[in-house]
C-alpha cells in the first residue's frame, strides 16, 4: 500500500515538476520492489533439495541374483543388500544384520551412529528407538545387511517429510503486516485532508489551490519509510552477519525481537556435540571431571598426590589401549584444536586419559602392543583387545582389556579392583556396581564399564576367545559420558531467561539425558528451585501454566490430540524422542496459544517445522541443504549463543522502526498541518509553499530518519519481557504523539509566521514575506531536529550524558542540517527559488528558542505520559480499535490464541488442584485417541487395562492426556511380535504396507 502512495507521490512531484524527488521516490519504488522479488519462493525450493538426498541406484535381489536397479524403480516386497557406504534407497525392515551401524542424524538428532538390531520394536517406537529398520536416505556407517522394502517415495520417512514441508505455510511476518495496514491508515489520511485543503483554498480564493492542496498530501506521505525500513532491517541483516547469524529473509530480523519461545536442538546446539567423560567410579572412588569437548584441558575434581595420579593413569589406561579411535593434535601453541577420529565415545576416553596426565594413544598404543582383538557387535556390546604388558615381578604377560556396556560385562566378572590398585582384587559386589550404574545413568549419563584379565601365556589369540562364562574378569572401573552444554550456552539461556523468553529443548535424544542437560542449562529447574522460579515468573507476568512436566517424549506427544498438546507444552521445556511431526505440531501448538516462536534445527527431519516456525534457524556447519532452505536464518557457528544475540539485534531492529515512525509521522504531519491551519485561521498568506514543504521532506525526514536507523540498542533492551505478538506499530504513543507533538510543532511554526508579520510597530514583526517564510522554515526544522534527539530514546529521559553518546551519525545529521538550513536562507538564487530570504538574529533567536522549547515540551511528556496521559487514552483508543474496520486493523487471529493460552493455563491450574483426588480420567477421556502406525514396531490387540502407559515424570493429573496411548488399530506388519488382530480386521493396509515381506494386494 504504501508502494502505491509512493507512485501516487511521484506523479505528484512530477506534475510539479519536481524532478529531484521524483526520481528519489521511483529509487525507492525500485530498491523496495527488487527485494521482495529476491525474497520470494525461497523457502519453496526445500523440498527440492529434499530430492537431491535420495539414494539414486540400489542393490537389489531379483530372482536370486544380485542387481543394481535405479532407486525409484523399488517397490514394497524388494530384498535390497546394505553395506558400509551405502546410501539407504528406500525403508527397509532389516532381515539379516551384521555390525550394521547407519547414520540418521539427518531424521533423528542424534549424533551418534545407530546399531541395528532385528527383533521389532515395542508399540509406540519413536523413529530414533525402531532399531529393526533402515530409513531412505540415511548413511550405512559400517557393516552389512539385508532388507526389506516396505515404502518407498511419499510413503517413506524422507517422503513425509517432503510432503510436509510442501504443504506447510510460513508464519506470516508482523512488520510486513502492519506496514500494509499503516499504508492504508495513511492512504485514507491523505485523500481527507488533501480534499478538505483544496475545500478551504477553494474558499480563500487560491488560484494555486490544487497546488497547495497537493503539498499537503505529499508533505504528509512518508516516502521516506519504505527505504529507511529496509535500510533498518539491512543494518541489523549485517550486525548479525557479524555475529554469525545469517539472515535469509530481512523481515525475519524484525521477527526475532519478538521472540517469547526459542525451541533448540540439544545435539551441537545447546551442547558442543562432542562426548566428554564427566565422571568415573571405582570401588574405591568417585572422580569428577571438569572441560568439555575433545580438547584435553579439565581436571579432576578431588587434589591428586603423585601416587593417587599414577594409580589413577594405571586405571585408565585400559581405556587408550581397547580402544580404536584418535585424537590429532592440529596444531600447537595455544587455540589448539584437537580432531576426532573414530567413535566419539572412544575419543572421551582418549580425551579423559589425557586429562590424567596419560601420554597421547599412538605413544601408549606403540608401547603397549596390541596382540589380539575381540570387535565390537551390536549382539554382545563389548570390545576386547589383549596387549602383552610388562609384569611388576619382571617378564612379561598377557593382559586382555574388556570395554562395554555395564549389565554385558557385569555378568562376566567375579572380582573387582580393590583400592585402585590394579594388582589387588577382591570378590565382585554386584549390587554396589548396579545401584553406581543405575545413579549414574538416572543423572543422564551413559555409562561404560572397563574390566581386566590376566590370560595365561598359553592362550591361543588366534581363535575366538573362551565362552563368556569363562572369562572371569575384573571390574575396574564405570565411566560416565555426556555430551555437556556448551559453557557459552548456559550463560545464553540465563539471559534469555531475563528477557522473558522461554527456551524448550527438542531432541532426539533419551528422555534422562535430556532432562540431565536441561538441569544443567537451567531449562528445567532443580527441585527445589521449581516454586521459586514459578513465583517469579508470575510476579512478572509471565503466562505460564501452574503444573510443570520435566520431559514429554514423541510418543506421549502422538497420543495427544491438538487441544492436549495445547494445554501442556507452556509447562514442559524438554521434548524427548521427538519425530519430525512432533515438532511441527509443538511449534504449531506454541502458535495457537499465541506465541512467537522460534525453531532450530539442522537436518531434514527439521524443515517442516523450521519453514512452521516464526523463526526458523538452521545449522551452518552441520545443516543440510534443506533445513537452510527451510529456514529463515543460519547460524555459521551452530551455536545457541548466537540466536540470543540475535535476539537482542532484533528488539533493537523494532525499536529502530518504532522510533523512526514515532519520529516522520508526527514531523510529516506539522509540515502539511502547518498550510492546512493557515486556512482554516484564515491566514493571508501560507507560511510554507509546495517547495520549502518538500524540502524539509527532504532534508529532514530522511536524514534524520536514517540516523535513527543507526541507533544502538538501549541499556535495558534484554531486560524486558518480549512484546505481545502482533503489537501494534502505530501504537497508542505514536498516536499520541501524532496529536501532540505536530500540534505544539504546528503552533509555534504558525506563531512565528503570524509574530514576524505583524506591523512593524509590533517588536520582531514587521518582515516581508519572504522573510517570515524564512522564519516559518527554520521553525519547522529546528523544531524537528529537537524532536529527534528526544526519539533516540523511547521512554529513557533525554536529559542525561547518554544523549551524546552511541550515535556519531546522528551528530552528523544534524550537522549537514544545520548547514542546509543556512545554505537555503542565505546563498541568492536559492533562497529565492524556494521563496525565503535571510533572516536576522531576532529571527534566529526566536527560532533557537523555539527548538528548545520543543525539546523541553516532549522531554515532560515523555515522564508524564504513562501515568497521566495513557489511562485517559485507552479507553478512548480501545474504543476506536474495536469499532475499526477489518481491512484497517492489525487484529488477526493472534487475540484468539492469547485467549486460548489463558484457557490452557487455567485449565493446567484446575488440573493440577484436582490431581489431589487422583482423578485423571475425566482429562484423559475429553482428548480423542491418535490412531499412530509405525513401521517396526509391535502392534496388536492389547487388553483394556493396558491401553495406558505411565505418564512422564512429574506429570500430574493436570495433564492426564499424556498418558493415553493410541488405539491398537490392527495393522499387521513384518516384525510385529506375534499376536491376534482384532476380529473383522484385515492385515492389509495402506501403500506400503507388508506382510512376510510381501506386497498386500
Known sequence: MIIGLLFAAAIVEGALESWAEFGLILG????????????????????????????????VLRDGQAAVLPAESL?????????????????????????????????????????????????????????CMCFSATNVVSGQGRGVVVATGDSAEIGQINKMVGTVESARNNLVHQLEVLGRWLVLLVLAIGLVAFLLALLHADQEAFESAVSIAVAIVPEGLPAVVTIVLAIGTTVMARNNAIIRQLPAVETLGSLNVICSDKTGTLTKNEMTVVALRTAATEYTVSGVGYEPVGEFAMPLDGAQRTALQQLLKGTVLCNDSSLKDKGGGKGVRYSPLGAPTEVALLTAAEKAGLPPAAELKAAVPRVGT????????????VHREQAEGGGSELIMYVKGAPDRLLPLCNSQVVDNDLSRTAAL???????????????????????????????????????????????????????????EAV????????????????TGDHALTAVAIGRMLGIVPADDEAPARTALATAAGARRPAAAVPVITGPQVDAMDDAGLQAVVMGCNVFARASPENKLRIVKALQALGQTAAMTGDGVNDAPALKAADVGVAMGITGTDVSKEAAKMVLADDNFATIVAAVREGRRVWDNIRKILVFNLPVNLAQGFSVLYSYILGFKDVPLTALQVLLVNLITSVTLGLALAA?????????????RRGKRLVGKLLLWRMFFVCHVVVALVLGLFYWAGRGSDTPGGGYPLKQQRAEAFNTLVGAQVAYFVSCRFLKLSSFHPRVFFGNPIAYVSISIVA???VFVTYVPGVNGFFHMSGMDGIQWARVVVATFVVYVIVEVEKALVDPLFMPILRPVLAWLEDHTPDFLSVRTSLQAGSKKLKSACSGCAGGASGGADGDAAPAARALPKRGIQRRGSARGKQPAAAATTAPAPGLGASSAALSVVSEVDGHVRLGVREAAAPAGVGAGGGAGDVEMGRPQP
Open 28 to 59: 525507492v519504488i525500485i530498491i523496495n520492489t527488487a527485494l521482495g522479488l529476491i525474497q520470494e519462493g525461497r523457502a519453496e525450493k526445500a523440498a527440492d533439495a529434499i530430492k537431491a538426498l535420495l539414494s539414486p541406484n540400489a542393490t
Open 75 to 131: 517397490v514394497p516386497g524388494d530384498v535390497v543388500l546394505l553395506k558400509s557406504g551405502d546410501k539407504v534407497p528406500a525403508d527397509v525392515r532389516l532381515l539379516t544384520a551384521v555390525n550394521l551401524q547407519v547414520q540418521e542424524a539427518m531424521l533423528t538428532g542424534e549424533s551418534v551412529p545407530v546399531s541395528k538390531v532385528l527383533h521389532p520394536a515395542p508399540a509406540q517406537a519413536g523413529l530414533g528407538d525402531r532399531k
Open 374 to 385: 575381540v570387535p565390537f557387535e551390536s549382539e554382545h556390546k563389548f570390545m576386547a583387545t
Open 429 to 487: 559386589d554386584p549390587g554396589f556396581w548396579k545401584a553406581q550404574q543405575a545413579a549414574l545413568s538416572s543423572r543422564g549419563l551413559r555409562v561404560l564399564a572397563l574390566c581386566r584379565t590376566v590370560l595365561p601365556e598359553d592362550t591361543d589369540l588366534s581363535r575366538p576367545p573362551a565362552p563368556a562364562a569363562k572369562l572371569q574378569l575384573s571390574m575396574v572401573l564405570l565411566v560416565a559420558i555426556l555430551d555437556p552444554p556448551r559453557e
Open 491 to 506: 550463560r545464553a539461556v540465563g539471559v534469555a531467561h531475563k528477557a522473558g523468553i522461554t527456551v524448550k529443548m527438542i
Open 711 to 723: 541507533e544502538p540498542p538501549e541499556p535495558d533492551i534484554m531486560e524486558r519481557q518480549p512484546r
Open 819 to 821: 548547514a542546509l538550513m
